[in-house]
């Protein structure tokens, strides 16, 4: 009888062991609106000394479906020298039964960019792994150790929407002797919180049972809603420069005199190249004519080389190269203009979607992109050096509306980047329709774009005339086009302005009724879905302010009068406004459309307000102009 008990007791544990983390214990209110769940993201970071830390991640993630296989990729990013141990992936089933594993052997090594490279010390060891099943367990466990303590990884619960987590942990262990500096930014909106414990050497950080977010309409980025832990050693290492991160003032010092001061040599040659140019005039115009020179001498590549990818070329490289990544190509402009005896701040800055700020209470290094800014009594100019087509002294929406880190002598010096108002990003239109018996239209139109709509129309510069022409029938695809063309585009790099003309002819504009036409007040308008929901759990953003004036002279088939027009209409909101007027003026229609948009990050109890403003608005554009035969 005791050998069967321990037979059963046997078989038991056997049963037990092959499900690991099956995919039925997770709780349902986890499955919610997620395409993976992270079931377990364990990170140990222990701090040695000055120039060693030791890391130990594992992560455990069900994908749940097809969705989910991109927010499960399996690689370590790290750089030559970094030493990496103890890798381990395992793959279950949905019932937690062991399906597959791989070792270190089985990852491919790549350069770190998506772009491609041409030089970079920043690699990727990464695994392809495709489940025909879903869903799908991948227990994923290494240890790397890197002597660049300059960088702890934030902690948080998650980057992307549709992703769940059960439980997170952050450990950090400080051996060094060294203050490590810490700093909680609680989540806005009190979507989850962190929880602490400290025993002096070592402090653990975790999330528990964190819903997904839902990828709803005009959801803020994630950063944005999430709480987030960020780690700074107040002595660090970075490819053997130590230095020292109390306030900003001490590790700009050393930013400048090992990043910046290092790259800073000129060349006869460049003396001469700027000598060339024979600058006269005001500092605005001087920089200008220097900056458009580089722009047309020069192209993008990304370089990742020099003290952890953060040191730019030389100048004489991109001088006798013409190319060069953010780092240098900025590094170049500011030489060229020290040449003219113009002095500017290199400046680090968080590029991307969501405007990302450095914390000036919490010093730290950080930042994804370099631009230059050059100080003058009217007002700071602005460079974007990696662009051959950006306008002189404009930002992109990537990087306004947020500060920057601004290397000088002296240290670091926080500085806003320009915030563009509705009325700077803005588009005007003027369109003359001439309307046809049989429902056809042609139409001629002129089209400008400032501010944050020049951004989004700056891609035309790129494409060639056939993939123009197909761009705007998919852009502008509320009229049925029968042939359209782009003509006359110019991008005004002096005042960032993108200008074209559109002659087409559309078919199906108007319907006809007995002896009558009718047809839509504008032409060209945004036909995007707006959806009320009553179930909204998160706040809205509206990314951008902007502004939208549209001129509208129809021209009516010879022998038509008109019948009727719609009243006109102004709609106000917190949103922004909206406002419809027409004017009859014999054989002709003219109509105006306004609309301006306010930017701001709203409460969700508002969405369905900003969804029925917008409606308001579609709804009349689409109002309808009747004509009569006479």
């Not at 040599?265 to 605005?284: R, Y």
Request: with cysteine; charged share 25%; net charge neutral.
């Amino acid at each position: 009888m005791m050998k069967i008990l321990v037979l059963g007791a046997l078989s038991i544990a056997s049963i037990y062991f092959a499900q690991t983390y099956p995919a039925s214990a997770i709780p349902e209110n986890l499955k919610k609106n997620a395409d993976v769940v992270i079931r377990k993201d364990f990170t140990t970071a222990q701090i040695n000394k000055i120039d060693e830390i030791k890391y130990q991640f594992n992560t455990v993630t069900t994908v749940l479906n097809k969705d989910g296989d991109s927010k499960a990729l399996i690689y370590i990013p790290y750089q030559k020298g970094d030493n990496i141990s103890d890798v381990k992936v395992t793959v279950y089933d949905e019932a937690g039964k062991k399906v597959k594993s791989f070792s270190k052997s089985d990852f491919g090594d790549f350069a770190n960019n998506s772009q491609g490279v041409f030089y970079s010390d920043n690699r990727i060891l990464a695994l392809s792994y495709t489940s025909a099943y879903y869903p799908y367990t991948i227990d994923f466990s290494y240890q790397i150790t890197n002597d660049n303590t300059i960088f702890i990884p934030d902690f948080v619960p998650f980057s992307s929407p549709n992703i769940a987590l059960e439980e997170a942990q952050f450990k950090i262990i400080n051996k060094s002797g060294i203050e490590l500096r810490t700093k909680t930014y609680p989540s806005k909106y009190n979507y989850t919180s962190v929880l602490t414990t400290d025993n002096g050497i070592e402090k653990t950080y975790a999330y528990k049972n964190v819903p997904a977010i839902d990828d709803a309409q005009m959801l803020p980025q994630p950063v944005k809603i999430l709480p987030k832990v960020s780690f700074a050693l107040a002595k660090f290492n970075l490819e053997g420069k130590q230095g020292t991160l109390n306030n900003w003032t001490d590790f700009g010092t050393w930013y400048y005199t090992n990043l910046v001061e290092p790259v800073s040599a000129s060349t006869p040659a460049i003396k001469a190249e700027v000598a060339a140019l024979k600058l006269e005039g005001s500092t605005e115009e001087k920089v200008k004519k220097l900056y458009q020179y580089m722009q047309a001498k020069t192209r993008y590549i990304f370089v990742g080389l020099g003290i952890g990818g953060w040191l730019p070329m030389l100048p004489d490289e991109v001088h006798k190269k013409g190319y060069g990544d953010c780092k240098g190509l900025t590094n170049y402009m500011k030489t060229l203009l020290n040449e003219a005896g113009i002095p500017s701040n290199y400046c680090v800055i968080n590029s991307g979607a969501s405007q990302v700020s450095f914390d000036s209470d919490f010093p730290a290094m950080g930042g994804n992109h370099a631009i230059l800014m050059v100080p003058t009594e009217k007002g700071n100019i602005w460079l974007e050096n990696t662009s051959q087509q950006i306008a002189f002294n404009h930002l992109g929406y990537s990087t306004t509306d947020r500060n920057v880190l601004a290397v000088t002598k002296k240290g670091i010096e926080l500085i806003n980047t320009p915030t563009y108002t509705a009325e700077q990003n803005r588009e005007k239109q003027i369109l003359k329709i001439t309307l046809s018996e049989d429902s056809t239209i042609k139409g001629e139109g002129q089209f400008a774009y400032t501010g944050s709509q020049y951004d989004s129309n700056l891609s035309y510069a790129y494409l060639s005339p056939k993939e123009r022409i197909e761009s705007m029938k998919s852009r502008f695809d509320v009229l049925n086009f029968e042939k359209v063309e782009m003509k006359d585009f110019v991008n005004d790099k002096d005042n960032a302005v993108v200008k074209f003309n559109m002659d087409f002819k559309a078919n199906n504009y108007s319907k006809s009724m007995g002896q009558s036409l009718i047809f839509r007040a504008v032409p060209i308008f945004s036909n995007s879905h707006y959806k009320a929901d009553e179930n909204r759990e998160l706040p809205f953003e509206i990314g951008q302010s902007f502004e939208d004036e549209y001129e509208i002279d129809f021209v009516l088939p010879k022998n038509y009068k008109i019948d009727e027009v719609p009243q006109n209409v102004t709609i106000n909101s917190e949103f922004g406004t909206y406002k419809l007027t027409l004017v009859k003026n014999g054989e002709s229609v003219k109509v105006n459309r306004f609309i301006k948009i306010n930017k701001g990050i709203f409460p969700k109890e508002k969405y369905n307000d900003y969804v029925s403003f917008r409606k308001k608005a579609m709804n009349t554009d689409n109002s309808k102009i009747l004509i009569t035969k006479i």
